[in-house]
């Protein structure tokens, strides 16, 4: 079973993700901040990354470099309410950009074109 | 003894009483031949006088014989007894004549009444003067003393002849004196050259009782241009043609040899015997000469062939030519003054009038009103340059051609004559006419509209207008149809065969060309008017920079305000797009939640009733997530982020993402684009969303379907690539027309009112714009322009 690191600051956000994904069959793992996350990623082997944009203390850009600099191949998908950065990171170092949405299926497909 | 000597002596006291009397020398002498006849006693007498060339002795005074004859009876030297003695120079007595062989019988002379005559020479010295003879009725043996009293007598009329003679002369000299002195007062009357020349040439003609004289001065460059001619003849008629001739054969040889020239006799002159038939018979010609220099030739013509001119004559003429030449000159001086005098009078009113429209020039910094006037000026007689029409070109230095910009003049014969009397009528002065602000009156004109239209192209400069801004020169079209210079086209637009143009230039650099003409009252323009108004068009071209330069300034100023409450303005879009940014954003992570567990609860209650709660949950969850969206692409900044882009590719895959709604909605797509098309450099995702959002609006104008057509043209000036879009909706009212762009205004319950806005911002972000009409077939046509390479 493949897993995926839930990265978000809002609980509500990390419990539909979860639900969602859990539904698609994959395990879920949530936190609420980028050392966490890191911290996660030292005991759990991911096989991708939902990473919110802001957050307090790191932001998710810092939390993506460093999560980057632990394991290069790890796919992380940018996720956040902001839509004007798409141009900016979509391409940068995360595989995908995706603007949060009541709808899920863009992320959901997104997921799956990724983990297969 | 004693009764001779007392009649010689009373002849001889008689003789000298008549030679001291006051009349003339033949009275003298026929009252001397009556007092020998008394003091003879004998029945006649006569005197005959030998003339000058000493060829012919003529009777001139005479007792006892017809006196017709007088005057006309007449012997060449040798030639009958009177020849005889003249020619021998001694008395003779001959009691029978008429056997002698001497004797020569002149019938009805009334000789032949006489039997006997004594004959004796009027001595002076050597020289004879002439012949006198007494005559006898009677048989006559002449004594001695009665040939010594006739010998004496003969020395007594000599005396008297001499005397006459040297009366004569000295008369002659004073009249020839008061003659120079009247041509010297005439000289001195007049400064008019022509009138000058008149009348040196009557007083000479007359003064010589000559037929004709005529003066011509040489063609100094300094009487170029002046009568330099004059003539008069005895009968007051013109001169004949073969004096004409003769004179300037003359005057060229005068000319030639600077000398005075005396003919007696044309016929025996080697350079003028072919005019000697039916011309003068004898002239003179006199160089005038001022200060060593030759200025004319005066002439003056005899056709009497018995009263050749003499060397009196010539000394008389060349007196006169002398004081002559100094009038002459003096007059040529007088008029070069006169023509300074005038020319500084021109210059001075031309200044006048070049200030006078300065003036008027400065009352404006108003380019088209600053036109207007100097074409005014141009036209406007009086305290203008006076042209009938004017035409204003202006060189557009972005597309290098030379534009008409105005045309000031009348259109008809009608119009000009009512603008002219007009203007004549009221006196005002181009500053009052300014004033009054009657200039704006012919605003469209015929001429205005047809100084418009002209267009000439510098690229090549070929015709007279180019040349004239190229060449900074002005040209004076004489004759328009032979001259290269002046294409056909113009030509026929202009309708004149003569005009003139000058160009306008301001620091050294041409901005126009100005173009006058008279059409209606033809006046020739002069190279005066040339130089007038190139002055006028340098003056005019600095007042134009002058009102471009202000133009100029007051446009950036206007830019200038506007850049800054452009900028003021993003500046207050950047802050209070940075806090949509914020507020958006947290209400989009509620927004999620809420909407991300609505569906999964939608997912759980498929079939229940509750469904639709949900739905309409899930249905105003998206139309917030659609606002927010819409509002944070109208904040952001768009700078395209652009890549050769295939228009109709791109085109074709928008329509293709939304051929199921369209479907959908009972829409039929048209397409039709043009291979001509060329690949843009745009931002794919960018211009995705702006067709997207034309697309929606057509979808939703087309509520009961319709056809779309989409269509992709290149357009030649300017070049650009169209996109339209054409509906077969409602169309749009005019109201919505004005206000389609305009953010937050939307005629849908459920719009946003910022789809076209963004449409607008980004097609403006390509440096294109956005058409909007009604089709007249109806519906909305939406044309996207963007510049093509």
Partial sequence: MKNILVVDDEENIRELYREEFEEMGYGVTTVADGAQALTKMDATKFDLVTLDMRMPDMDGIETLRKMKEKDKTLPVIICTAYEEYKHDFGSWCSDAYVVKSADTALLRDTVKKILG | MEAIEKRELSILSEISRISNSATDLRDKLQRIVEVVVHGTGREGASVFLLDRPAKNVTLVAAVGLN??????????????????????KVPLALEDPYSDPRFAYIPDSGIERFKSLVAAPIMDEDICLGVIFVLSLSSWQATSSDLTLVTTTANQISGVIKAAQLIENIQERLSELSTIYAIGMALTSTLDLAQLLSLIAKNSAQSLRAQACTIRLTSQAEMEGRKAFAYYTAGGGPLSEIDAQIGLSVSERVTREKRPLLIRDLGADPGLKAFSDGGACSLIGVPLVFRDQLIGVITVYNRQEDRPFTDNDLQFLTTVASSAAVAVENAGMFERMETLATEARNRAQELAILNDIGTAMSMTLNLDRLLRIILTAATMGGSGLGFNRAILLLINERTNTLQGMMGVGPTSWEEAGRAWSEVQSRHQSLIEWIQTGELFEHRDSALNSLARGLRVSLAEPEGVLAMTAMQKKPYNIVNAAADPLVPRDLRETLKVNAFATVPLIAKDRAIGVILVDNMFNQRPITEGDIRFLTMFAHQSALAIENAIIHTNLETMNRDMRALHEQLVQSEKMAALGAMMAEITHEIRNPLVSIGGFTRRLA????????????????????????????????????????????????????????????TQRRIRVETDFSPAVPKLQLDNQQIKQAVINILKNAMEAMESGGVLTVKTFVTPEPREVAVEFGDTGPGISLKAMNSVFNPYYTTKPRGTGLGLPITNRIIKAHHGRIELRNKETGGALFTIKLPAP
């Fill in chain 2, 67 to 88: 006196q017709e004859t007088v005057g006309k009876l007449s012997f060449p030297m040798g030639k009958g007894i009177a020849g005889w003695v003249a020619e021998q």
């Fill in chain 2, 603 to 662: 997912k759980k209650l498929q079939q229940s009733e509750d469904k639709k709660y949900i739905d309409i949950i899930l249905s105003e969850v998206s139309r917030l997530e659609g606002i927010i969206h819409d509002n944070l692409s109208y904040i952001k900044e768009v700078t395209p982020n652009t890549a050769e882009t295939d228009v109709a590719g791109l085109l074709r895959e928008i329509l293709m993402l939304y051929e199921d709604e369209l």
